[in-house]
């Protein structure tokens, strides 16, 4: 029988390398959800369950997704899949912030092609956290949920209404995943955002454990790397990366139409990743393994997580954080400009983690 079938693959050897979130310790590439609940393109069940267990399988344990992925659909999906294995053996994340209501339709233009015909309600006030976690549970068919994050409180979302939603937050959401934290129904609590200054924000407001970052600190932009990230170890609050492709040309390369921050990239973003390009090839590294590369490389990261869709995209995932990068195209690239002179890299944090596999690109890019 084969996975698509039901029968989840066995183990892997443990290769990944792991980072402590309190007391958990995912893998140091976890798996995003968001490409689950039909974003930019449909994806039939089977597939969905597959690529699920692949990452399984390939030692990936920390699994995050949201109310907002396919209105509920990626929840759905990853429930399915999970009931196929022991639930201890996986960290399970998921946000609050949107809860969704059954009795409308969809309202959004967030970019789901499929989902589930439900209408979300952005809610960040105690008792719409409380319904959006327990809407998540029914959902994802589990008891508890290990890590519970505040979804989208930024600039990026909300436009001139994030102070409003940022206070709607702390005075409400905040205090609801305080309270599931302390009653052990989750075991760590953040914000999941687009802005390195709202962590920063947030960090200073309450006691967080985790905070998700995407696109803000990547091998193209490092606005997170001197407040944010020291802020982060001094807090001890282990971040989660995302969006490490910066939605696209990271993994594509300066290609015409290639996305940046899910839109054309301009073309100062294109000479600036060429040059990038460029300096990789010199050193016979694919541009997507340097771009995980260089984000493991920061103490303060706990797990980069990438989204995909195919089980063979897990493998190539795996296999380009796990490939070897050689120091000598991190002097390169400070030498050139293109990195600050002291943003961490593999020869300055500790050895890259080690592998068999040889590395290949990622694909299809937009699923980080």
Not at 37 to 62: C, W
Not at 154 to 164: L, P, S
Not at 312 to 340: F, M, T, Y
Not at 348 to 353: I, L, Y
């Amino acid at each position: 029988m084969s996975a698509t079938e039901g029968q989840v693959p066995a183990p892997l050897p443990a290769a990944l390398p792991r980072r402590a979130v309190g007391t958990l310790a995912p893998s140091l590439l976890g798996f995003g959800g968001a490409p689950l609940g039909d974003l930019y393109q449909r994806l039939d069940e089977s597939t969905a369950r597959a690529t699920v267990h692949a990452a399984l399988a390939a030692g990936i344990d920390l699994i995050d997704t949201a109310p907002l992925y396919g209105r509920g659909l990626s929840e759905h999906r990853i429930g399915a899949a999970l009931r196929d294995v022991p639930r201890d053996s996986v960290i399970l994340s998921s946000k609050v912030g949107r809860w969704m209501d059954p009795t409308l339709p969809p309202q959004d233009g967030s970019g789901y092609l499929g989902g589930l015909p439900h209408r979300a309600v952005i809610d960040y006030s105690y008792d719409g956290a409380m319904r959006s976690f327990e809407q998540s549970l029914l959902r994802l068919g589990t008891d508890r949920i290990d890590i519970l994050l505040i979804h989208d409180i930024d600039v990026w979302t909300h436009g001139a209404e994030a102070e409003q939603r940022f206070s709607e937050a702390m005075n409400g959401a905040y205090r609801a995943l305080d309270r599931l934290r302390s009653s052990g129904a989750v075991k760590a609590i953040g914000i999941g955002v687009n802005e390195a200054q709202m962590c920063e924000r947030f960090a200073h407001a309450g006691d967080f454990d985790v905070m998700m970052l995407a696109g803000r600190y990547t091998l193209l932009e490092q606005g997170a790397l001197d407040s944010f990230l020291p802020l982060a170890l001094r807090r001890n609050i282990a971040v989660l990366l995302a969006g490490v492709f910066n939605s696209g040309i990271l993994a594509t390369g300066a290609r015409p139409g290639a996305y940046y921050d899910y839109r054309a990239a301009p073309p100062d973003i294109l000479a600036r990743v060429a040059r990038i390009e460029e300096i990789c090839r010199a050193h016979d590294v694919a541009l997507p393994q340097a771009a995980l590369a260089f984000c493991a490389a920061h103490p303060a990261v706990a797990s980069i997580v990438l989204g995909a869709v195919t089980p063979g995209e897990i493998s190539r995932n795996v296999a380009s954080l796990l490939a070897p990068v050689p120091s000598a195209l991190w002097r390169d690239l400070k030498a050139q400009g293109l990195l600050p002179a002291g943003a961490p890299t593999p020869e300055r944090s500790g050895p890259a983690p080690s592998a068999s596999a040889i590395a290949a690109p990622l694909v299809n890019s937009r699923r980080e």
